[in-house]
């Protein structure tokens, strides 16, 4: 598939070699996961030639409040900063576990931004499986803003070097039919998937 592509005109950006480097990740541990459990292990993750060290998910308040869990990190920014520091002075690279288009019920964006959530053509909002929470639509200039700057905080900011994208849901999006999406069709938003990560792609 690849190939036909390629034969079609299709330019493909060359991966570097640290896309292939083997991986950590503390999902091993976890939703409950510390910090100090992170640190504890990264001599040994260094040891056995791994090259990324990923802090799973549990990290966040919840999925649509993409900020640290004060629980695990009381000085917030600050501390996520400081784990991806002594990642890095580990030699090894910092990855963060991400579900975009996810938010949770009780979430800042399903109680203050409903607005980004994809509707059902009886309005009621579009639920995502196993993961208890809504889907937010892709095709909503907001909703792609929101994941460009997390993005840029993120890399940007916290200093992290990857993100791990994770979540069945961003396969695919159902048709919305939000009216403050204002969209030309329902299916804007099964087509505005690939739109979506090309923001956070640019963002990057």
Not at 53 to 66: F, I, K, N, S, Y
Not at 74 to 88: F, N, Q, S
Not at 91 to 105: N, S, Y
Request: hydrophobic letters at 40%; a neutral charge; charged letters at 20%.
């Amino acid at each position: 598939y690849r190939r036909y592509m390629v034969r079609q005109g299709v330019q493909l950006p060359v991966a570097p070699p640290s896309a292939f480097e083997p991986l950590w990740c503390a999902w091993g541990y976890g939703r409950d996961a510390t910090i100090e459990q992170v640190i504890a292990t990264l001599p040994i993750v260094k040891k056995l030639g791994f090259g990324w060290v990923t802090l799973d998910d549990g990290w966040q308040v919840a999925e649509g409040d993409w900020t640290p869990n004060p629980a695990k990190y009381p000085h917030g920014e600050a501390d996520m900063k400081a784990l991806v520091e002594r990642i890095h002075a580990a030699g090894l690279k910092a990855q963060l576990w991400w579900t975009p288009l996810a938010a949770d019920p009780g979430s800042p964006v399903e109680r203050t931004h409903p607005e980004q959530l994809l509707l059902k053509q009886d309005s009621a909002r579009s639920k995502i499986s196993w993961w208890n929470s809504y889907f937010m639509c892709p095709a909503y200039e907001p909703v792609r803003a929101d994941g460009a700057a997390f993005a840029r905080k993120a890399l940007g900011e916290w200093g992290f070097d990857g993100l791990k994208v994770d979540g069945q849901h961003l396969n695919g999006a159902p048709r919305c039919y939000n009216p403050a999406h204002h969209h030309a069709a329902p299916t804007d938003a099964v087509e505005g998937l690939s739109g979506f990560f090309k923001s956070v792609w640019d963002a990057s």
